[in-house]
């Protein structure tokens, strides 16, 4: 996601904050997670951000309706640019959506998508142990072969073609997850979608960085800014200098 | 863990306090684990208790030290029963520990056991794994079987004859993790080690409740009362009434 923001946004200043003292989201209730996100987005306020993304699909179905009640700025989610993907790949109509025990509860991504498409026939399917397999590094292994067998076994019998990656962590997965549902279903990962919704509403509210602008890049974290380190690493494939702790809570 | 202490102490009224909010506590650093367990442990001290029983590795690991200096009550963690047990049953003095990534990093275990038994041989390994498939279930699967074999590996060569089950969660495992390392090898589960502690400790202190007194039990969490509930029946083995909200940080 960040990879992206600083792709499609190059002159933004971006702060990251990830709060690896309380991940992970997806088991937990949603009264926590609208908690968390609400304390997040006031340090993000803090900061004097001009527009807040809530890069992860378990606080986004949780909390983004009540984040943007709540803040006077904008606040974009990765559940509906996920959703308008799966709908603009989709042929038969036949979406798969897998994601944390918590983003599958909500019906998020089912609602999302029937607000586009009222007649999409939407299986949804939680994956509860997918984020600890990419944490762990286990991004290839037999182990998670059959469990991602077992995860995906819906799907077979639903006949989708089209597979939206609801969680931030399952892009890491992808070869493993095409292998298992076949190279024809088309896996859809909400980054380069949600960067271009974020860009769009920055455009349309004029709250763009000039075009000569040098942009800049701020992570911090709740907990262990190594461990931080060592996973930022793997997910945005690049490396980082430097990551600050910031205590919330 | 509550198991053993309501059965060991009948007479007491306990207050379990699960940390459903923040858990996994496996993953995080030194500082994050002090600090949430210093605010459970003064919230517990807020509902008068007179002892508290650390019943998790990596807070015990992390914390204990911290609890027993700051806190004017006996604080007992887990880690020390689990070590006399193994010095224990051990007949080589070759000792493996299992545990989470914080645990291990700790070096908590090695501590303890060298300061019984000097000359001790001790393997550590941490299975970051292992919470999340206990979690979700996954007890006696294939998936958990290959994890566990690629974790178990290096007590292969070091033929231990007594492996430390050095986190809550890692007894639902037994079986499969006997069938690993064979049966001739040992598990020190330290449940019933840590309640014999704690029964040892009241009584040494004449804290203990009058024989005659009723047990009570409250089950408290910091997220999601039904999901406790579930988890809660599958570690007690029986089932749970109520489970108080209470919301820390």
């Known amino acids: ?3 992206e923001l600083v792709h499609q946004l190059p002159h933004e200043r971006i702060i990251y904050f990830g709060d690896t003292a309380r991940v992970p989201y997806g088991p937990k209730s949603p009264d926590t997670v609208q908690r968390y996100s609400r304390e997040i987005a006031a340090w993000l306020i803090s900061q004097q951000v001009k527009a807040i993304v809530v890069a992860c699909n378990t606080a986004t179905a949780h909390a983004l309706e009540i984040l943007q009640r709540e803040f006077p700025l904008p606040v974009i989610g990765v559940v509906q640019p996920g959703a308008r993907a799966a709908v603009d790949a989709t042929r038969t109509s036949h979406i798969g959506v897998i994601g944390t025990a918590g983003t599958v509860a909500s019906g998020a991504y089912e609602r999302a998508i029937h607000a586009i498409q009222r007649d999409a026939h939407v299986v949804a399917q939680a994956c509860p142990l997918f984020v600890p397999l990419v944490e762990e590094g286990w991004l290839d292994s ?3 072969r059959i469990i991602a067998r077992e995860y995906l ?4 019998s639903n006949h ?3 597979l939206v990656l609801g969680c931030t962590h399952y892009p890491l997965l992808k070869p493993l997850l095409s292998e298992i549902v076949g190279r024809d279903v088309r896996l859809i990962d909400s980054a380069a979608e949600t960067a271009a919704e974020t860009r769009r509403v ?9 075009p000569g602008s040098a942009g800049t890049h701020r992570f911090v974290a709740s907990d262990a800014p190594d461990h931080f380190l060592r ?4 997910f945005l494939g690049t490396t980082i200098d430097e990551v600050e702790k910031v205590t919330l809570g």
């Open 1 to 3: 996601m960040v990879r």
């Open 160 to 162: 989708v073609d089209t």
């Open 202 to 210: 920055l455009e349309s509210r004029q709250l763009t960085a000039p």
């Open 142 to 144: 037999e182990a998670t």
């Open 153 to 156: 076994r819906p799907f077979a």
């Open 231 to 234: 996973q930022g690493r793997r």
